[in-house]
């Protein structure tokens, strides 16, 4: 297991049962990529209405 991981975990579990220690030396974590903003797409009103019934999220980008 990844020692770094181990150690925040005892070091949560420690603070969580009221052990208070001395934090370890952070070792430096690389920032996260921040993602491009998504483009909300809507649809003309003035095109012809769809041939069919469109699927829940075929127009919007539904993210959970």
Known sequence: MNPAK???QRAFFAAALGQAQ????ATPQPQ????????ARIPDP????PQR???PGSLLDIRV
Request: aromatic share 0%; hydrophobic share 60%.
């Open 6 to 8: 181990l150690a925040a």
């Open 22 to 25: 001395a934090p370890a030396a």
């Open 32 to 39: 996260p990529q921040a993602r491009p903003a998504s483009v």
């Open 46 to 49: 003035a095109a012809e209405p």
């Open 53 to 55: 019934i469109l699927r």
